[in-house]
């Protein structure tokens, strides 16, 4: 089960509520549910800032007064202020939230300026040609893993040393920039994130059981998972690839190489608010996963 004393007060009741509920349907359900509400619960920046992208794009009218994409900002900042005041993060996580907001502001500010991308232009709320809602959208990211870890009270096995990872970390974000000028370091960086993480486990706490999977295995899924929420941005028109102009196609799957490293720099950040811990003795587990 989860440690409460890492939940905030809402999901402590919703945490009780749930041990209350689960044990009435079959044994072999139970696990299965607790991990796809927890999951859920995670994302919900996420998915609030997606549904938000997703709506405007239908009904947000051409000619409002309000730009499409200034309304996004307000959309964002009121998502945000209303997950603070409900208590669903806290100031440590807003903390880490803010810094993935300005990593990732600064990165699209470049990746804009040298035509990896580009948005559709109007409002008053941005820098550059970069509208201020896409730092939300890496907010989103950092909400997700500081709440992921709380709610399955993750632990791990074999984890490398912290400084290490911050200078992978390190070099990974400043390849997104000098790529575009000297040599493009992706895939070594890709193979030393694989050779560094190789051998590290993460445990999480599900609902009763405690399971285990490689950390690599889980940097590739929600890298997959960010890959579809890209597909839907772009085509709900927030923003879109030079390939895109001519038509809406989907985002190629080599874009999975830059998520996967996006993943190492976000990992990397959500540890100087959750040092990495080891398992506590006497967890039920499941046998390993295999690579």
């Known amino acids: 089960m989860t440690d409460r004393s890492e939940l905030t007060r809402l999901e402590a009741v919703l945490d009780g509520v749930a041990d209350r509920v689960l044990p009435r349907v079959p044994a072999g359900v139970q696990e299965f549910l607790a991990f796809g509400i927890k999951q859920a619960w995670a994302c919900l920046f996420g998915a609030l800032m997606l549904a938000a992208i997703v709506l405007t ?36 996580e807003l903390i880490v939230i803010i810094v993935f907001h300005i990593v990732g502001t600064g990165m699209e500010i470049f990746k804009t300026a040298v035509g ?16 201020l809602f896409t730092g939300f959208m890496y907010a989103a990211v950092g909400s997700y893993l500081v709440r992921v870890h709380r709610l399955f009270d993750l632990r791990f096995t074999h984890y490398p040393p912290r400084w290490l990872t911050a200078v992978i970390a390190a070099a990974i974000y400043v390849n997104f920039f000098t790529h575009h000028f000297v040599l ?10 694989v050779l560094v993480f190789f051998r590290c486990r993460m445990h999480f706490s599900v609902h009763r059981r405690t399971l285990r999977m490689p950390v690599l295995v889980a940097f590739v899924l929600v890298a997959f998972f960010i890959w579809l929420a890209e597909n839907i941005g772009t085509a709900a028109g927030a923003w ?13 799957l080599t874009k999975l190489v830059a998520w996967f490293l996006l993943m190492m720099i976000s990992v990397v950040l959500v540890t100087f608010v959750h ?5 506590e003795h006497g967890r039920l587990e499941s046998p390993p996963t295999p690579m």
């Open 240 to 252: 879109l690839y030079p390939s895109q102009d001519d038509g809406w196609h989907p985002v190629p």
């Open 57 to 92: 794009a239908w009904f947000h009218p051409d000619d409002a007064w309000l730009a499409r994409n200034d309304l996004l900002v307000v959309l964002a900042v009121l998502i945000q202020i209303g997950m603070l005041a409900a208590r669903l993060e806290t100031g440590r």
């Open 184 to 193: 493009d370091l992706r895939l070594p960086l890709v193979a030393v994130t």
């Open 116 to 131: 990896s991308w580009n948005y559709a232009p109007g409002g008053w709320l941005h820098i550059g040609a970069v509208p």
């Open 275 to 279: 040092r990495p811990r080891p398992p």
